[in-house]
């Protein structure tokens, strides 16, 4: 009589042959990857197929398995390849990389104090870049996002020409280039 081990997972108990039969696992696999030390757990989890047939994956950074929906597609390999962060994931690293960026160029073009030009306002939330010219325009046709714009500030020369002003200052310089208020405005 032969001895067969069993394996319980889930609150299922079954030896390597009917694991193999449930989960559509090559039987010979499962003994391998349990002979070679891997838990019941991973040797039934592990699959060898893409993610794009599974319809799940892993992601990298919450370690959270999602639907393969939730991840961007490569577009190498016909689409069959996907991201390793979820979409979720990605935005965020996306948005905290920008804000680095943004609060290096507040930074760099406040001379270290991360205040306004004018009212010493020192939110970093309501810093902007202002154009002392009213030239803005020109920059944002040359860059497509502020991202861009800001990548560009950080890598070359400080200008002369750009300083930082809070929203509300910026927009009241804004209004006095344009003469806002004067007769030829209306």
Same mark, same amino acid.
């Given at each position: 009589?032969?001895?067969?081990?069993?394996?319980?997972?889930?609150?299922?108990?079954?030896?390597?042959?009917?694991?193999?039969?449930?989960?559509?696992?090559?039987?010979?696999?499962?003994? $391998?990857?349990?002979?070679?030390?891997?838990? @019941? =757990?991973?040797?039934? !989890? %592990? /699959?060898?197929?893409?993610?794009?047939?599974?319809?799940?994956?892993?992601?990298?950074?919450?370690?959270?398995?999602?639907?393969?929906?939730?991840?961007?597609?490569?577009?190498?390999?016909?689409?069959?390849?996907?991201?390793?962060?979820?979409?979720?994931?990605?935005?965020?690293?996306? $948005?905290?990389?920008?804000?680095?960026?943004? @609060? =290096?160029?507040?930074? !760099? %073009? /406040?001379?270290?104090?991360?205040?306004?030009?004018?009212?010493?306002?020192?939110?970093?939330?309501?810093?902007?870049?202002?154009?002392?010219?009213?030239?803005?325009?020109?920059?944002?046709?040359?860059?497509?996002?502020?991202?861009?714009?800001?990548?560009?500030?950080?890598?070359?020369?400080?200008?002369?020409?750009?300083?930082?002003?809070?929203?509300?200052?910026?927009?009241?310089?804004?209004?006095?280039?344009?003469?806002?208020?004067?007769?030829?405005?209306?």
């Amino acid at each position: 009589m032969k001895n067969y081990t069993t394996y319980s997972y889930n609150g299922i108990e079954d030896n390597v042959s009917g694991w193999s039969k449930r989960l559509g696992i090559n039987k010979e696999t499962l003994r $391998r990857r349990l002979k070679s030390g891997w838990s @019941i =757990e991973k040797a039934l !989890k %592990y /699959s060898t197929k893409p993610a794009y047939i599974r319809g799940f994956k892993t992601c990298s950074k919450c370690k959270i398995e999602k639907s393969i929906n939730d991840f961007h597609k490569l577009s190498r390999r016909n689409g069959t390849e996907f991201t390793s962060q979820c979409k979720e994931c990605d935005r965020k690293t996306c $948005r905290s990389a920008r804000q680095s960026v943004r @609060i =290096e160029v507040i930074k !760099k %073009y /406040s001379n270290n104090t991360n205040k306004c030009a004018i009212c010493q306002e020192s939110r970093i939330e309501v810093l902007d870049i202002d154009h002392i010219n009213g030239d803005g325009k020109i920059d944002r046709n040359k860059y497509a996002t502020n991202d861009l714009f800001y990548r560009y500030l950080l890598k070359n020369k400080k200008r002369k020409n750009l300083r930082v002003l809070c929203r509300n200052c910026n927009w009241i310089e804004h209004l006095k280039y344009r003469k806002w208020g004067t007769e030829g405005d209306q």
